[in-house]
């Protein structure tokens, strides 16, 4: 396994981050400890949830299996960067969602009990809030901060405004501010390409991509036949993409290497990406993936991709002028 720093800080995390959307939701608890227990023999180190995340089981279930995971091998608390998340609805209460200071602290103390831990060292806002003023944000961030409860402060699925406005005022307050954007992107989905990946280059955020697999389109067969690639919805994108997926299959096939380790060897390629999310269902899924740190494309590979996904544009100035 190889490591980089989150960002601009002095963290560093695995390249692989291993997402845990699918415990307790889709995983059993059994499978998702097998996949815990051998992604940390692998030298995977990030682990990535969501005080959301438990599907049919009930929001928190994912972060409560993470506990009970954690509790069983408390020696790997101090090896391990746990990262978790705030802002979806947690019940039917109006307050008890979004990004108030109220709703941050109280949703970190509930996610430190799920988790059975007396810090997250990664907190990251799930989704931009509009509603919630950004001082009153970073109040409660340093508070927490402050407390001991959270270590950095990251974002998910900022626009690109939106990351350079939550800097400014942590610079303001003479605070580190955030050091990570979660987002989507693939070879597939490059938008962040336009605004958000510059903004995380101009201010130090590393960037984390989730569904790196397009949500299995780019993963072949690998995923079986009984995964999200056999929805309706998914066979469309499929037919859509043919043409494109069946030239990307072979591009791969001449490399010797899998769709989906192609597709996030790429990821690990771009720029300000610190880490990518794996979502492996069972542990074949993940073992099939612990090469990819070591996938290094050529560049002759690298513009056969942007011909096969070409990107969004060169951003953000390019179409301003």
């Given at each position: 396994?190889?490591?980089?720093?989150?960002?601009?800080s002095?963290?560093?995390?695995?390249?692989?981050?291993?997402?845990t959307?699918?415990?307790?939701a889709?995983?059993?608890?059994k499978?998702?400890?097998d996949?815990?227990?051998?992604?940390?023999?692998?030298?995977?180190?990030?682990?990535?949830?969501?005080n959301?995340?438990?599907?049919?089981?009930?929001?928190?279930?994912?972060?409560?299996?993470?506990?009970?995971?954690?509790?069983?091998?408390?020696?790997?608390?101090?090896?391990?960067?746990?990262?978790s998340?705030?802002?979806?609805?947690?019940?039917?209460?109006?307050?008890?969602?979004?990004?108030?200071?109220?709703?941050?602290?109280?949703?970190?103390?509930?996610?430190?009990?799920?988790?059975?831990?007396?810090?997250?060292?990664?907190?990251?806002?799930?989704?931009?809030?509009?509603?919630?003023?950004?001082?009153?944000?970073?109040?409660?961030?340093?508070?927490l901060?402050?407390?001991?409860?959270?270590?950095?402060?990251?974002?998910?699925?900022?626009?690109?405004?939106g990351?350079?406005?939550t800097?400014?005022?942590?610079?303001?307050?003479?605070?580190?501010?955030?050091?990570s954007?979660?987002?989507?992107?693939?070879?597939?989905?490059r938008?962040?390409?336009?605004?958000?990946?510059?903004?995380?280059?101009e201010?130090g955020?590393?960037?984390?991509?989730?569904?790196?697999?397009?949500?299995?389109?780019?993963?072949?067969?690998?995923?079986?036949?009984?995964?999200?690639?056999?929805?309706?919805?998914?066979?469309?994108?499929?037919?859509?993409h043919?043409?494109?997926?069946?030239?990307?299959?072979?591009?791969?096939?001449?490399?010797?290497?899998s769709?989906?380790a192609?597709?996030?060897?790429?990821?690990?390629?771009?720029?300000?990406?610190?880490?990518?999310?794996?979502?492996?269902?069972?542990?074949s899924?993940?073992?099939?993936?612990?090469?990819?740190?070591?996938?290094?494309?050529?560049?002759?590979?690298?513009r056969?991709?942007d011909?096969?996904?070409?990107?969004?544009?060169?951003?953000?100035?390019?179409?301003?002028?």
């Open positions: 396994m190889k490591y980089r720093n989150l960002g601009r002095g963290l560093q995390v695995s390249e692989l981050c291993l997402g959307m699918n415990f307790a889709r995983t059993s608890e499978d998702a400890f996949v815990l227990d051998a992604a940390i023999d692998a030298g995977i180190n990030f682990i990535d949830t969501a959301q995340y438990g599907g049919s089981q009930g929001v928190g279930a994912t972060e409560q299996l993470l506990g009970r995971w954690l509790a069983k091998r408390p020696e790997m608390r101090n090896r391990l960067i746990v990262a998340k705030v802002f979806e609805p947690m019940s039917i209460d109006v307050n008890d969602r979004g990004l108030s200071a109220r709703h941050i602290e109280m949703a970190c103390d509930a996610s430190l009990k799920r988790l059975g831990l007396d810090r997250i060292d990664l907190y990251q806002m799930h989704h931009f809030d509009r509603k919630a003023p950004v001082a009153e944000i970073w109040q409660a961030m340093d508070r901060i402050q407390q001991g409860k959270i270590t950095y402060v990251g974002s998910s699925n900022f626009p690109g405004w990351i350079a406005q800097m400014e005022h942590a610079s303001n307050r003479q605070s580190l501010g955030l050091v954007e979660q987002s989507l992107y693939n070879l597939l989905e938008r962040v390409e336009l605004e958000v990946l510059p903004a995380c280059a201010y955020l590393g960037l984390i991509p989730w569904s790196p697999l397009a949500g299995g389109l780019l993963a072949g067969d690998s995923r079986g036949a009984n995964g999200r690639r056999q929805s309706e919805q998914m066979q469309a994108k499929m037919t859509q043919a043409e494109q997926l069946q030239a990307y299959a072979r591009l791969c096939a001449e490399l010797s290497e769709t989906s192609v597709a996030i060897a790429w990821l690990l390629q771009q720029t300000a990406v610190s880490a990518t999310i794996i979502g492996p269902a069972d542990v899924q993940l073992n099939s993936v612990l090469n990819v740190p070591e996938l290094l494309l050529d560049q002759d590979v690298l056969q991709l011909s096969l996904f070409p990107p969004c544009g060169a951003a953000p100035e390019a179409y301003a002028w």
